[in-house]
T-cell receptor, first 115, second 115 residues
Framework: GAVVSQHPSWVICKSGTSVKIECRSLDFQATTMFWYRQFPKQSLMLMATSNEGSKATYEQGVEKDKFLINHASLTLSTLTVTSAHPEDSSFYIC???????????FGQGTRLTVV | DQQVKQNSPSLSVQEGRISILNCDYT??????FLWYKKYPAEGPTFLIS?????DKNEDGRFTVFLNKSAKHLSLHIVPSQPGDSAVYFC??????????????FGKGTLLTVNP
């Protein structure tokens, strides 16, 4: 199957700093990338949809100025958590379907801990 | 409002027996359903999917059943193996986009297969 590489797999940062998470499609073009967040014992919740070369679409309740998404190329999408706070501590994961309409491929996920 | 519900947070079965994981949904616009398996600290991996025009899809040991009138689907694993122990997520999408459209996830069910 297609490969999606997400980096870093875990990060600890101080409150008030910014963290960038990268998601790369290694062997296909990802026109659309989805960013999800999962809190403990909760489901994966969609945060935003990014399309290459255009602005991301954010789900209700997600602050676009806090979670900056850039999808400048067909193989790279980034999520930057700006001015991170402890409540932003969560598991963030990207996903794309590439050319497939039958399955979605996920990155390995990033465990963010804000102290 | 949880549109995709997995009411059993955990399930334990004996090796060789059948595992049945259940999922209910409330949004009648959902027309494509997927099951994912997730190991700790890894991203979800695709298992099997089903379109709303079908009521059954089988792939090796995995079979997904869809009951549209009851808005219910289930994943059967037979025979269950210890390596199947993981969290299983049910996901759904709407608008005939298949997996190219945003997915709505359940909270997951932790399956433990005992040797």
């Amino acid at each position: 199957g297609a490969v999606v590489s997400q980096h870093p797999s875990w990060v600890i940062c101080k409150s008030g700093t910014s963290v960038k998470i990268e998601c790369r499609s290694l062997d296909f073009q990802a026109t659309t990338m989805f960013w999800y967040r999962q809190f403990p014992k909760q489901s994966l919740m969609l945060m935003a949809t990014s399309n290459e070369g255009s602005k991301a679409t954010y789900e209700q309740g997600v602050e676009k100025d806090k979670f900056l998404i850039n999808h400048a190329s067909l193989t790279l999408s980034t999520l930057t958590v700006t001015s991170a706070h402890p409540e932003d501590s969560s598991f963030y994961i990207c996903s794309t379907s590439g050319d497939s309409n039958t399955e979605a491929f996920f990155g390995q996920g990033t465990r963010l801990t804000v102290v | 409002d949880q549109q995709v519900k997995q009411n059993s947070p955990s399930l334990s079965v004996q090796e060789g027996r059948i595992s049945i994981l259940n999922c209910d949904y409330t949004n009648s616009m959902f027309d494509y359903f997927l099951w994912y398996k997730k190991y700790p600290a890894e991203g979800p991996t695709f298992l099997i999917s089903i379109s709303s025009i079908k009521d059954k899809n089988e792939d090796g040991r995995f079979t997904v059943f869809l009951n549209k009138s009851a808005k219910h689907l289930s994943l059967h694993i037979v025979p269950s193996q210890p390596g199947d122990s993981a969290v299983y997520f049910c996901a759904a999408s709407a608008g005939s986009g298949g997996s190219n459209y945003k997915l709505t996830f359940g909270k997951g069910t932790l399956l433990t297969v005992n040797p």
